[in-house]
């Protein structure tokens, strides 16, 4: 044990532990919305977005992390300049939780409102996302 090696353990080196509290897994979530680079936005969601992860909503069906990060762009392109924020406190009840979030244009005025419904695995990492929009 003196090396840090410990036999019979596997740990995956490409792949950070997920945040240790929800809201921060949330916010992580939110922060890959928000991010213009690729890689660093896969390197988000490798921390809170587990690798087959699902995101439904009323324009899209997106499973795996890299599906997520081609919507975002697609996002981004269609509304640049925003920026994805909760917008109130997370619940939970066992794996599954809840929170709003809106989206705010440059200036800060939100133009858009709604609510996530989603889901964890085992490790702690977004399982499943749908997403319900309030108002544009």
Same mark, same amino acid.
């Given at each position: 044990?003196?090396?840090?090696?410990?036999?019979?353990?596997?740990?995956?080196?490409?792949?950070?532990?997920?945040?240790?509290?929800?809201?921060?897994?949330?916010?992580?979530?939110?922060?890959?919305?928000?991010?213009?680079?690729?890689?660093?936005?896969?390197?988000?969601?490798?921390?809170?977005?587990?690798?087959?992860?699902?995101?439904?909503?009323?324009?899209?069906?997106?499973? *795996? %992390?890299? +599906?997520?990060?081609?919507?975002?762009? =697609?996002?981004?392109?269609?509304?640049? @300049?925003?920026?994805? !924020?909760?917008?109130?406190?997370?619940?939970?009840?066992?794996?599954?939780?809840?929170?709003?979030?809106?989206?705010?244009?440059?200036?800060?005025?939100?133009?858009?409102? *709604? %609510?996530? +419904?989603?889901?964890?695995?085992?490790? =702690?990492?977004?399982?499943?996302?749908? @997403?319900?929009?309030? !108002?544009?």
């Amino acid at each position: 044990l003196a090396s840090g090696v410990v036999p019979g353990l596997s740990v995956d080196v490409d792949e950070a532990p997920p945040p240790t509290s929800l809201e921060a897994v949330v916010d992580g979530y939110a922060d890959a919305w928000n991010d213009p680079d690729a890689l660093s936005r896969l390197e988000t969601l490798g921390r809170v977005w587990a690798a087959s992860g699902r995101y439904r909503d009323p324009t899209a069906h997106v499973r *795996g %992390r890299e +599906a997520l990060s081609e919507h975002i762009v =697609g996002y981004q392109a269609q509304l640049p @300049g925003t920026t994805i !924020r909760r917008s109130g406190p997370v619940q939970r009840t066992g794996a599954q939780f809840y929170f709003p979030w809106e989206i705010a244009d440059g200036a800060g005025n939100v133009v858009a409102t *709604g %609510r996530d +419904a989603g889901e964890l695995d085992v490790d =702690g990492r977004i399982l499943e996302i749908r @997403g319900f929009f309030d !108002r544009p």
